[in-house]
């Protein structure tokens, strides 16, 4: 064989490898599914956005593993919930004062996609909370998922 034929077999087998290979697909989407809260506050018997200054969350029986330390200008906050039980309860302390947040919830497991993989999805079933800065707190969306969407209101 001369070297024109063998450059060409080596080149067409190098076109095959190129082509055959099939790149990866990245998973461009979130695949944490966080309870997206928001604050509230009651303006001539509207409820209006309000920011909390001095903001600290922690779960219950965890202060060691803080949340958010002394936020500040905070009007929405995300909170994780436990892919293993059914409750998750929460400290937060607005300011000086303290109040605790407790939720009750089911759990779905769902596929995202191939390249993403599993998330688990959590629906919102009751809520408690103490009400010392807190008024009262409404569920907008039970279907806590990887989006951006509000699932509570927390009135003060």
């Not at 109040?99 to 779905?108: K, N, P, Q």
């Not at 390249?115 to 919102?124: A, K, W």
């Amino acid at each position: 064989m001369d070297f024109r034929r063998i450059s060409l077999l080596y080149i067409t087998g190098f076109c095959f490898l190129f082509f055959s290979c099939e790149s990866e697909k990245i998973c461009e989407q979130s695949t944490v599914s966080t309870l997206n809260a928001g604050f509230y506050s009651f303006q001539d018997s509207i409820p209006e956005a309000a920011l909390i200054d001095s903001f600290t969350v922690y779960g219950i029986g965890r202060a060691d593993s803080l949340i958010y330390d002394q936020a500040n200008s905070v009007g929405s906050f995300d909170l994780p919930l436990s892919h293993f039980v059914d409750t998750a309860g929460f400290v937060l302390t607005l300011g000086t004062e303290t109040d605790t947040i407790r939720f009750l919830y089911s759990r779905e497991l769902h596929l995202i996609s191939m390249e993403c993989g599993f998330t688990t999805y959590y629906y919102i079933e009751s809520i408690d909370n103490t009400s010392n800065v807190i008024d009262s707190v409404s569920v907008v969306n039970e279907k806590v998922t990887n989006g951006d969407y509000e699932n509570i209101k927390i009135y003060l």
